[in-house]
């Protein structure tokens, strides 16, 4: 993958950058803070931004907002020490892809890595529970009556496999007999007629509206 690393310290950007590039990884840029990883995002596209929380000029949560609503294409995954639940819940409703932290060992933060390349969530199992049990609270602005009825049958079927826990595409295809583009295509269409950013948001709001039968998911 082109991987941009945004960090305000040099020296654990200069390990990343070494770690990364011994599995393989082209690392195209360097940013130490949230507005000169827009600004590098925009010129050189890379496939994935590793993006810290506490940086100067520009946080990483507000660099993750700008660069989700005007690029897309590039995947955010966000890499700091913060453990915080809040930091957590507004990274991913900014558009994250992932949260990882930095004291995890490589192995897994290289699954998490391809996870995310794929475009599925990079979470750990404990921020993953962490997620869904916010996301699952219900909201006082919302109502049942939000909830266009526009999602189909089959797009029904995509969405309560990831209220079960299946978030890889290829297990989702698998259960549905389907191809990963197709998986790809209906999850694209879920997010945009819910007005959502990832799938962990549309877990939550599938949970709060009750628009999937959870019977029998794990």
Known sequence: M???IADDHALFRDGLRSLLQSQGHEVVGEAPNGKAAVELATRLRPDLVLM???MPELDGVAATKELTAHLPDVKVVILTASEHSETLFDAIKAGAQGYLLKNLEAEEFFALLE???HGEPALTPAL???LLQEFAKPVA???????PDSLTDREREVLELMVEGVTANRKMA???GVSENTVKFHVRNILDKLRLNNRAQA?????RHNIVDREGGT
């Open 174 to 176: 698998k259960r549905l």
């Open 203 to 207: 877990v939550g709001y599938a949970m």
């Open 115 to 117: 996870r995310a390349g």
């Open 128 to 130: 993953a529970r962490k």
């Open 2 to 4: 082109r991987i941009l």
């Open 52 to 54: 810290d929380i506490s």
């Open 141 to 147: 602005h919302e109502s049942a009556s939000n909830v």
